[in-house]
Nanobody, 125 residues
Framework: QVQLVESGGGLVQSGGSLRLSCVASRLTFSGSVLAWFRQAPGKERTFVAAIRRSGPSTDYGDSVKGRFTIFRDNAKNTVYLQMNSLKPEDTAVYYC??????????????????WGQGTQVTVSS
């Protein structure tokens, strides 16, 4: 059974940085699109960033462009989300997602097959 396990969340002050990690097991990692989503209390889960299985192709939500960077290490079966210049509105549970796919990533929650349990990020003002 595929497992995605996120880590790296925590409490940080506004303007600070965090790096989230997501380690996959029993997944054809190198053949998968990987993504990060987030969900704030009382709100829908929304797209943050995604990376295709090969090459530098990435996609970002408008609210995080220029501040967040997604990258992957296929040798470690790990995808990362580097978050800089954090704002209080970035506070949410962050989820890792994956889909075995050769094409471009999607921003849709329903497109992804596998999900992690989430890691809490809290940004104080």
């Amino acid at each position: 059974q595929v497992q995605l396990v996120e880590s790296g969340g925590g409490l940080v002050q506004s303007g600070g940085s965090l790096r989230l990690s997501c380690v996959a097991s029993r997944l054809t990692f190198s053949g998968s699109v990987l993504a990060w989503f987030r969900q704030a209390p009382g709100k829908e889960r929304t797209f943050v960033a995604a990376i295709r299985r090969s090459g530098p192709s990435t996609d970002y939500g408008d609210s995080v462009k220029g501040r967040f960077t997604i990258f992957r290490d296929n040798a470690k079966n790990t995808v990362y989300l580097q978050m800089n210049s954090l704002k209080p509105e970035d506070t949410a549970v962050y989820y890792c997602a994956a889909r075995y796919e050769a094409g471009a990533p999607s921003t849709s929650v329903n497109w992804y097959t596998y999900w992690g349990q989430g890691t809490q990020v809290t940004v104080s003002s």
